[in-house]
C-alpha cells in the first residue's frame, strides 16, 4: 500500500531564512510519481513539481529546490529566502502507475508560517 | 489559474439531504477525479473518471457517485449527507499521458 507521510505538522520561520519541508513515502511500485503542492487558504492546490522514479536530479526552480533520494525514500523541499507568501500548506503527494495521474496519495500537509 | 472550475464554492446542506457539485475540467483533459479534504487533512481519493468510464474508487461508500460527460466536465454527487461529510471538495483534472493534475478551487460542504 502506498503512504506518504510528513513528520512536520508546523513549521515557522523567521522571513528570508531557509526552510525544508520532509517527506517520505512508502510504494511497492518500481514506477511512480511524486508531488508536491500548495494550498493557500483559499483552498486550492497549486502545483509545484511532478518528479517521476526514474529520474534522481535534484531540481532547483527559482527560489524552490527538490532533493529526491530513492535510497531514504524521501523527497525534500527547500524554499531559500523564504517570503511572507510563502505561507501556506504544503503537501506532498505520491502516484503509482506509469502514468502519474491516477489516485493521488497525499500526506497530512506542512502548515508554513513566515514571520515577517 | 488552472483552468479548473468548481460550483458551487460554498454550500450548506441539512443531513440527510442529497448535494451535487460540478466541476469543469481544463481543455482537452479527458481524466477527471475528486478528493474529499476534512479539517486539517490531506486530500482523500474518492474517485476518478476516464472518457466517462469510473477507473478507480478510494474507500468511500456508493452514496458517493460520480459522472463524467462527453465534453469532460464532470460532477459528484452524494446521497443521504452526513456530518462527517462535512470537507472541501476538490476536482483534479489531467490528460492522460504522464501530464501534471491540476485541481481547482475546491467546494466547501457544510452539512448541519
Known amino acids: 500500500a502506498q503512504k506518504v507521510t510528513q513528520a512536520q505538522t508546523e513549521i515557522s520561520v523567521v522571513e528570508k531564512e531557509d526552510v525544508t519541508l520532509d517527506c517520505v513515502y512508502e510504494?511497492?511500485?518500481?514506477?511512480?510519481?511524486l508531488f508536491w503542492y500548495k494550498q493557500p487558504p483559499s483552498g486550492e492546490l497549486v502545483f509545484l513539481i511532478r518528479?517521476?522514479?526514474?529520474?534522481?536530479q535534484n531540481e532547483i526552480s527559482g527560489r524552490y529546490s527538490w532533493n529526491f533520494q530513492k535510497s531514504t525514500s524521501s523527497f525534500n523541499f527547500t524554499i531559500t529566502a523564504s517570503q511572507v507568501v510563502d505561507s501556506a500548506v504544503y503537501f506532498c503527494?505520491?502516484?503509482?502507475?506509469?502514468?502519474?495521474?491516477?489516485?493521488?496519495?497525499f500526506g497530512t500537509g506542512t502548515r508554513l508560517t513566515i514571520i515577517p | 489559474e488552472t483552468g479548473v472550475t468548481q460550483s458551487p464554492t460554498h454550500l450548506i446542506k441539512t443531513r440527510g439531504q442529497q448535494v451535487t457539485l460540478r466541476c469543469s475540467s481544463q481543455?482537452?483533459?479527458?481524466?477527471v477525479s475528486w478528493y474529499q479534504q476534512a479539517l486539517g487533512q490531506g486530500p482523500q481519493f474518492i474517485f476518478q473518471?476516464?472518457?466517462?468510464?469510473?477507473?478507480g474508487r478510494g474507500n468511500f461508500p456508493p452514496r458517493f457517485s460520480g459522472l463524467q460527460f462527453p465534453n469532460y466536465s464532470s460532477e459528484l454527487n452524494v446521497n443521504a449527507l452526513e456530518l462527517d461529510d462535512s470537507a472541501l471538495y476538490l476536482c483534479?483534472?489531467?490528460?492522460?499521458?504522464?501530464?501534471?493534475?491540476?485541481f481547482g478551487e475546491g467546494s466547501w460542504l457544510t452539512v448541519v
Open positions: 481543455s482537452g483533459h479527458n481524466t
Open positions: 473518471y476516464y472518457r466517462e468510464e469510473e477507473n
Open positions: 510504494t511497492r511500485d518500481t514506477t511512480y510519481y
Open positions: 503527494a505520491l502516484s503509482e502507475g506509469e502514468f502519474g495521474n491516477e489516485k493521488l496519495t
Open positions: 483534479a483534472s489531467s490528460f492522460q499521458a504522464g501530464n501534471t493534475i491540476y
Open positions: 518528479r517521476n522514479s526514474f529520474d534522481e
